[in-house]
């Protein structure tokens, strides 16, 4: 299961981050490394922090977007160190380690970790199914980058180790259908809106938080890939209905 697990680090500022970062990841047995748009990489400050992880360095997939970094990912789980507008559900790392436990261990999962400075964007937020926030003192709760990333690792490997899959899947017999990735839901997403523009019911000019919540309420579900389907069928006869795409 932890060869399927993606780290993911968007828009990483220092060079000695991603060094350390990948550091970590090696220690707990993770190898998956992808980085969105990082401002100096490759680097020698990265392979010094690395201190002999630097395989991982170099294998690492550099992408444009996070969108590109997620797009063949089933669960997706954004690190937050902070409240939103508007709340997404919030778990903390050994919680986040027992939901990864129950998606099937062909499928991938991504964590996600924004700039150092200023963490993700409440866009890239909402491309995540869930929150994982690390519990720490209040007042002074900012982790350095490579330090958040080890808490997640340890977490995950624990799992890993101990087997933790939960004594029974949470809905009473295994799911018989492979969960949606980010890129079908992402496809769905667009198709939602536009259909909503058709009907009038969104104002483009005026969306409000419409998206965002209905973003949440879908991802909340983690939709598989034919419940993906049913809902794009339902819109595309509404778009035909209309005299849309």
């Known amino acids: 299961m932890l060869e399927n697990i993606r780290i993911v680090l968007v828009n990483t500022s220092h060079p000695g981050n991603v060094g350390g970062v990948a ?83 062909q499928l991938r999962v991504a964590i996600v970790f924004g700039r150092e400075d200023r963490g993700l964007t409440n866009e890239e937020l909402h491309c995540c199914h869930q929150h994982v926030h690390i519990p720490s003192v209040e ?32 809905w009473g017999t295994p799911w018989d259908i492979d969960l949606a990735d980010s890129g079908e839901i992402e496809r769905m997403f667009q198709h939602l809106e536009s259909t909503l523009v058709d009907i009038e019911f969104l104002n483009p000019d005026n969306p409000r938080q419409l998206m965002p919540r209905l973003r949440r309420l879908l991802l909340r579900a983690v939709p598989d890939k034919v419940e993906v389907n049913v809902l794009r069928g339902i819109l595309t006869a509404v778009n035909k209905k209309v005299g849309g795409g």
């Open 23 to 105: 550091r970590a990841m090696k220690n707990m047995g993770l190898s998956d490394l992808c980085l969105v748009a990082p401002n100096d990489f490759p680097s020698e400050a990265a392979v010094v922090r690395a201190s002999g992880a630097t395989d991982l360095l170099d294998n690492a997939r550099i992408v444009p977007e996070l969108t590109d970094a997620v797009a063949d990912c089933h669960l997706v789980i954004g690190a937050s160190a902070r409240g939103r507008h508007i709340p997404w559900p919030v778990i903390d790392p050994r919680e986040m380690a027992a939901i990864v436990s129950e998606v099937q261990p």
């Open 139 to 170: 007042g002074f709760s900012s982790l350095n980058l490579a330090a958040a990333v080890q808490v997640i690792a340890y977490e995950l490997r624990m799992m890993a180790l101990s087997g933790a899959a939960v004594e029974k899947p949470r």
